[in-house]
């Protein structure tokens, strides 16, 4: 009994603390990003300088029609781990435009909670929760966006403990324009869920290898009747499995991002002349690959032919021996 008396006071002091921060929002919204913390039980302090992420909302806002000038950004962080944070972007009103950071920060609850923020329209949360084997990931999975579906909300980049259930929830949000994931748990029969929302323009997934993620996730992309930017990384793709679902869209697909991802130069000519207008960005070559995510890397090489395997093999190796 005395425990649970001490852990309630240890979660009301950070609840306070959290309570005290002197955000520049309305008052209903500020008690909205307080609560964040608050349920994460984690003690805060106001960053000094805008998080590395505010920049890229901003320019997003700006594209979403928002005034440059009516766009400011406060940071909020973790007291002992300053890597542990997220950046509120608002408008000179007080009005919540974007959530960015790194967490975890936004349980499934907590996401229901940004309903009573009316002009949100981005989420970016890099790590957003645990990994799938620990018992808190399911209160990250996204299944929280359900109650954003007739929301402000057209960009949205998550990851971790994000699922499929997340995935279901996103496919719904009608403002919805641009949408990434990666290192999370999504698989083929999410990404599914996304096929005819037409609102989207810019799809992106990342799943480090997971045969879980195939190139059938690219016959559903190529559903979504007005996706012309798609970044499928960290994959072995081919041509007859991949590359070839996205034919229908010649004349529309304006760049297609393949970071960390390997195909053989054929099937890659085979896809560009598909796609004469298309750009291809984030090629690599094997070291920077295996430099970059090595349990990706590995990952890959197990589904990728001997001949593409190889070369990311002996980077892997080299890695090892610095």
């Known amino acids: 009994m005395k425990q649970l008396v001490c852990l309630l006071l240890l979660n009301l002091a950070i609840v306070t603390r959290a309570a005290e921060l002197k955000l520049p929002l309305i008052p209903a919204e500020a008690k909205i990003i307080q609560g964040i913390a608050a349920t994460e039980g984690v003690e805060v302090v106001l960053g000094s300088k805008p ?34 944070a997220f950046t509120v972007t608002h408008d000179k009103a007080g009005h919540v435009l974007a959530i960015t950071g790194n967490g975890p920060w936004l349980r499934n609850s907590t996401l229901r909670s940004f309903k009573a923020l009316p002009e949100l329209r981005i ?87 997971k045969p879980l993620l195939t190139g059938k996730s690219l016959a559903s992309i190529a559903k979504i009747p007005n996706v012309n930017k798609i970044g499928f990384g960290e994959c072995y793709i081919t041509y007859t499995d991949g590359f070839a679902h996205l034919a229908p869209l010649k004349d529309r697909l304006v760049e297609f991002n393949i970071t960390m991802s390997i195909a053989s130069p054929t099937d890659l000519d085979k896809f560009k002349a598909d796609h004469p207008n298309m750009k291809i960005t984030g090629l690599l070559t094997p070291e920077e690959i295996a430099k970059r995510h090595s349990g990706a890397a590995a990952n890959i090489a197990k589904q990728a032919p001997p001949e593409l395997a190889a070369p990311l093999k002996a980077a892997l190796e080299a890695a090892k021996k610095k």
Request: glycine share 12%; proline share 2%; aromatic share 8%.
């Open 123 to 209: 989420i970016r949360m890099d790590h957003n929760g645990f990994l799938s084997k620990d018992p808190r990931a399911v209160e990250y999975d996204g299944s929280g966006f359900d109650a954003l579906a007739d929301s402000k909300l057209a960009d949205i980049k998550i990851g971790l403990s994000f699922s499929d259930k997340g995935m279901e929830q996103c496919a719904k949000i009608k403002a919805l324009r641009s949408f990434g994931v990666a290192h999370s748990q999504v698989t083929d029969a999410g990404v599914a869920f996304f096929a005819g929302h037409s609102g989207l323009t810019s799809f992106a997934v990342s799943e480090m290898g």
């Open 51 to 84: 998080g590395w992420s505010a920049r890229g909302a901003a320019e997003t806002l700006v594209g979403l029609g928002v005034p440059k000038d009516d766009i400011a950004s406060v940071t909020v962080q973790s007291k002992e781990r300053e890597a542990l």
